[in-house]
């Protein structure tokens, strides 16, 4: 199965929103809505931020928030601060092999 | 609290097999629903989904790697095991095992595993 499909980079100032994409087919983020996005600072075990395209897992801040539109899912960060500055990667379940998939990743930088 | 750690070699050689231990507690992997998976970083790059077992012993394995990838539970001992056969310096990882219901809520550490002659 091929990689989902992020932006290498994403930026945005404090306070300011950012959205990253995450495209994959009809396969995969199109045909299921399992999509999640995990969040991870350098040298640290990714953290589950969103499921199921919208769901925030408790603890997660409400700054953090996933839709999807066709084969396209996204992940916007609200009023950024200085913390949320990490890489971030998406997954989609992809049920044509019953298989899972991840993205190549996204380095947000808060300005 | 759910905790997952992994164990096994930090140090293979090419061709040999990997074994690695994911020993969790907080859940049971005899409950309806619940899953534990293995997920690969290597260094500098993205996360490589690998294989994934639920509690009814169903699998799954990433396509290109199945011939060399199994996975098993041992639901007395709270532990899930990856082998992975002829290894490559293209392995060397950091490997993560987790938990999962809809998504991979809790991770463990991760264990580096280097592939080195």
């Known amino acids: 199965q091929s990689a989902l499909t992020q932006p290498p980079s994403a930026s945005g100032s404090p306070g300011q929103s950012v959205t990253i994409s995450c495209t994959g087919t009809?396969?995969?983020?199109?045909?299921?809505?399992?999509v999640s996005w995990y969040q991870q600072h350098p040298g640290k075990a990714p953290k589950l931020m969103i499921y199921e395209v919208s769901k925030r897992p408790s603890g997660v801040p409400d700054r953090f928030s996933g839709s999807k539109s066709g084969n396209t899912a996204s992940l916007t960060v609200s009023g950024l601060q200085a913390e949320d500055e990490s890489d971030y990667y998406c997954?989609?379940?992809?049920?044509?092999?019953?298989?899972?998939?991840f993205g190549g990743g996204t380095k947000l930088t808060v300005l | 609290q759910i905790t997952l750690k992994e164990s096994g070699p930090t140090l293979v050689k090419p061709t040999q097999t990997l074994t690695l231990t994911c020993t969790f507690s907080g859940f049971s992997l005899s409950t309806s629903g619940v899953s534990v998976g293995w997920i690969r970083q290597p260094p500098g790059k993205a996360l490589e989904w690998l294989a994934l077992i639920y509690w009814d012993d169903g699998k799954r394995y990433r396509p290109s790697l199945k011939s060399r990838l199994t996975i098993t539970k041992d639901t007395s001992k709270n532990q899930v095991v990856l082998t992975m056969t002829n290894m490559d310096p293209v392995d060397t990882a950091t490997y993560y095992c987790?938990?999962?219901?809809?998504?991979?809520?809790?991770w463990g550490q991760g264990t580096m595993v280097t592939v080195s002659s």
């Open positions: 987790a938990h999962r219901l809809s998504a991979y809520d809790i």
């Open positions: 009809s396969s995969d983020v199109g045909g299921y809505n399992y």
């Open positions: 997954s989609s379940y992809a049920g044509s092999n019953n298989v899972e998939v």
